[in-house]
């Protein structure tokens, strides 16, 4: 639980931001709301619990090709 403003809001202002609407975002979270997974911010939403292997697979997918 983030204290200012939720993940969703922070994906948001990402994606609103000329300057990193571009960045891959990789949403981790325990709960999944189907409402909110309809206006998707991010690239990859991943169910805790997560595993480092995949998280490192996520990582290196959406950073390829990006340079």
């Given at each position: 639980m983030m204290p200012?403003?939720?993940g969703y809001e922070l994906c948001a202002g990402v994606r609103a931001n000329p300057e990193t609407k571009n960045i891959?975002?990789?949403m981790l979270?325990?709960?999944v709301s189907?409402?909110?997974a309809k206006e998707k911010q991010w690239n990859?939403?991943?169910a805790k619990p997560a595993y480092f292997?995949?998280?490192l697979a996520l990582?290196?997918?959406l950073t390829s090709g990006s340079e």
């Open positions: 200012v403003m939720d891959p975002i990789i979270a325990a709960v189907t409402m909110l990859v939403l991943v292997e995949e998280l990582v290196n997918e």
